[in-house]
């Protein structure tokens, strides 16, 4: 970019004087600039030569302007299902946990299913905000400030089932380390409490680190909204009735969570260091998560839980699980925001998918090896949980396992769905991608589901088997939830700065000190 | 801020100057202008733009930041602390045996070690930010200025605050413009 001064940039763009001087090559297939293969040219990471002055006017917007009327009708929606969700723990916390279809045999069923459901979506916010961060990944800024929000979302929804499912909730305080006159303190080596401190410390570090990467985009809210209070006497006010103007509710509470950030480089220098080593503890954080997680299983001595591989084969689970999520929110909202295809493009969502693809792979090489080693160990029991009780139907074999059907929908969904994401076509192809997400998000919850139950509806000895079947009251309860966590994505998307504004800017041609006409 | 340095300057309205500002069209610019200002001898000056400038921590010739040595050695105390008080619990607080293994087994306190170590370094990076920032700060004599506003947009600024030593009105503006400053102007404490 010449050094013609921003106004005058502006305003020969707008008469059609100047067009910003970056050709723009166009994939002729999805009429998409970032698709390039060429390694000659660099793939822009925002599309339309936006210049620092758009991408303000584009993110800013989401928050400033009238949502369309399908956000009210979504949010009203949600709002309902989250209402319903409520209801039924409200139930559960006043009858007790036999309102679930738990039953001595089988005695964790939908809500720990759940629980760790939600618990691996939160890891791809924390993959993309923490580890992209540290592996220089430029295109992270697409997309690290909705997966962040999604993350927290998804471990609020988590944390709500280890919560009720203790049946006494007012006895959950005793999960943390406080002092009591009983002189009790909780068993530090148990697997359950290190859940209790890795989902407790996740959750207080996505936030922080989300609150700390908006500081600069919040600030940016206040100022725009300062402005327009300076520049017109009268403006749209909360009611029609109070006086208060919309913008100066806006500069009061953006500007009170802006922290009064002024965009200086000696702040700048010390928010970039704590960036980074936020990123750097968060890197470890998210693996430990999961690895944990995976330890209220393994640790145990129950056949098909007992497992060295779970740590991984975890984790690697939950980043796929999550970038599908992540899709799944991303891809309706981009079609439905404008100009949100500049800086969502279709190499963001193509970059997902690969990463879907390799973690889908992950995923069904673990489950290949499980089996192996099952075969290869020689525990017999081991064997029978996954011969007679995951795999075998009982049309094929009257030993066989009443829950074939789920553990084969796992292997469908998470394993052989994402191979389509081999054919460039599908994974630059948004329908495509939206419907294997969907795919992989339904493979994923019986992956926990078959994990959890099928190891444990058939004990040791035949007295000790039995079936799980969900009550409504189970299934209100998870639909309960997905509804909070939408309504708390759609509240977000109103309010808070979708993108990251400060990083989208740093990462776009103009920012560079180093080009200079 | 209460001036330390040499005489307090008022603008022709009689009010007192906070400092002198000036715009700059693009990072370039003002990465050369910063560099400008660095060799000029200034000291109470910053330079303000919507992103962190590649490079401009040598531009301004700032020293490398010490908040990493804060976080660091407050998360490795919070990793010490997190592993004290559960070693405590387990042989003193409410020493029971579990599973037959030693009460001080160390192994397993290491999945709460980590996480205590990583709460306490998060929140350190934090509110270390914000401190070594003097924020938060609500109030401040730039934030009046419209046009330094829409730095948060896509403009970008030095000002030079008269507490600098260097510090004159005119030197100070014929510099920045030199620099290829725009709409050099004063701003009022």
Redesign the interface.
Known sequence: ?S????DEINAGRLTGAITLDRPQVIDERTGDGTLIDDPAVRAPLVLNNR???DI?NIVCGYVEDKPGGWWLVMLGLTAAIAGIGTLMIAYLLITGVGVWGLNNRVDWAWDITNFVFWIGIGHAGTLISAILCILKQKWRTGINRAAEAMTIFAVICAGTFPGIHVGRIWFIWMVF?IPDSM?????????L??DV??VS?YF??SL??W??GMI?DL??L???A??RL?AAASGPTVLPFIKLRVDQLRAWIY??LA?????????????????L??AG??T??VL?VHS?VS?DFATSVLPGWHTTIFPPYFVAGAIFGGFAMVLLLMIPARELYPNMKDLLTLRHLENMAKIILVTGSMVGFAYTMEFFIAWYSGNKYEADVFMWNRATPPWINPRGAPYWWCYWTMIFCNVISPQAFWFRACRTSPLMIFVISIFVTIGMWFERFVIIVTSIHRAFIPGQWGMFYPTPVDILTFVGTCGIFLFLFLLFLKFLPAFA???I??VTP???????H | MAKKHGKIYKTSAGEVVYGIMAEFATPADTYHAAEKMRDAGYRNWDVYSPFPIHGIDEAMGLKNSRLPLVVGVIGLSGAAVGFTFQWWVATHGFATVVQGKPLGAWQPFIPVTFEIGVLFTAFTALLSMLAFNFLPMWYHPLMKKERFLRVSDDRMVICVEARDPNFDPKKTAALLESAKGYNVELVEE
């Open positions: 970019m050094a013609i001064h921003p210049s620092l002055h303000s380390p002189g009790i303190w909780p068993n530090f080596k148990s697997p409490l290190w401190f890795a410390t207080t570090v922080l680190f609150y700390m600069p600030a940016t206040r100022d725009r300062v402005i300076k500007g009170f922290l009064g950030w002024r965009f200086s480089n000696r702040h700048w220098q010390n928010y970039e260091k704590a960036y080593l936020l503890v968060s470890p954080l430990s944990i330890f504004m400060s990083e800017k740093n103009q920012a560079s000190p180093h080009e200079h």
